[in-house]
């Protein structure tokens, strides 16, 4: 953990007041209990229950596939393991783009769920979804650069704000949600200059991913992190352990014990009394006596 405090859970408006720390925020995602207890057990401000998990979970190919519902299941799981962690959880594809009630109503399912912030992306064009999720009482973590939930619009996942005036957008966009009231801004794919003007630019955290050094965190895909996806990573990726590579090793090991005979052993099965084991085996005897020919 940060600068937060450490003896109690950490809170959206410690995040915000983290801004201009010596210590980077750090946020990983968790869609699940083992995984929220590794991440919270090591220390971090924030866990994520992103959309990521329709991909890096559910094998679809974007985001766009899961709904408040999904999420709302996947909060639940991490939020029973009680984490010290801020919970985040992402509003999926099209539980805010209908209308301002809608998206208070999807809000309100992911705290109840366990979540103790939102995040949703896009900038100006969602003033009016953050403004009414902020006036039920629900922080608000906003979203910039690749907003994957646009991933058809963009034409694909690509490096945003490369030119001065997609640039000078987002740094636009940021300053307006963290005037509405955002406690902290992602900053996802974009050149590093243009994180570096959006952090200097906002009162309130940048965190980082693929935007470089200059944001107040960072934040990582939990699977990507511990290379438990082996398939083609961004750049921005750092893998901090081979874990599909491991799991293969250790099934492959199962499996070859079990066909070699050598598992299970006598210490990992459970025995009879003695007196159960020799008139079970008399009964085998006698079964076997008066089995058809
Ligand atoms: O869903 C997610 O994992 C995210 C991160 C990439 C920030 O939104």
């Known amino acids: ?94 539980s805010y783009h209908v209308g301002a009630d809608d998206a208070v109503r999807n809000a309100a399912t992911l705290v109840r769920a366990g979540a103790g912030a939102v995040k949703l992306e896009g900038g100006r064009k969602r003033l009016a979804a953050v403004q009414a999720i902020l006036d039920a009482e629900i922080p608000v973590m ?54 570096r003007l959006v952090t200097d630019s906002v009162a309130v955290p940048t965190i980082g991913i693929g935007a470089g050094r200059h944001c107040d965190g960072q934040v990582l895909v939990l699977h990507d992190l511990l290379g438990l996806d082996e398939g083609r990573t961004p750049k921005f990726v750092r893998r901090y352990a081979s874990l599909a590579a491991d799991a293969t090793a250790a099934v492959e090991r199962f499996a070859a014990d079990v066909r070699g005979g050598r598992f299970p052993s006598s210490d990992e099965t459970y025995h009879a009394a003695d007196a159960v084991a020799d008139a079970l085996r008399l009964y085998d005897g006698s079964a076997a006596e008066h089995a058809p020919a």
């Open 1 to 94: 953990m940060t600068d937060l405090p450490a003896s109690r859970r950490t809170t959206a408006p410690a995040v915000s007041a983290a801004k201009g720390s010596d210590t980077p925020l750090v946020m990983v995602t968790a869609y699940d209990a083992p995984s929220a207890r590794a991440v919270d057990a090591a220390g971090v401000d924030m866990v994520l229950v992103g959309d990521s998990v329709a991909m890096v979970v559910l094998g679809y190919e974007d985001t766009l596939q899961v709904t408040t519902a999904d999420l709302a299941h996947h909060v639940g799981a991490v939020a029973r393991t009680r984490p010290g962690a801020l919970v985040v959880a992402d509003l999926p594809w099209m």
């Open 142 to 195: 906003g979203h910039l650069g690749l907003t994957p939930q646009s991933v058809h619009a963009f034409g694909g996942f690509r490096v945003q704000g490369r030119d001065l005036d997609a640039a000078r957008a987002i740094v636009d966009d940021a300053i307006a949600l963290a005037e509405i009231g955002c406690f902290a801004i992602v900053l996802e794919c974009v050149p590093d200059a243009v994180a």
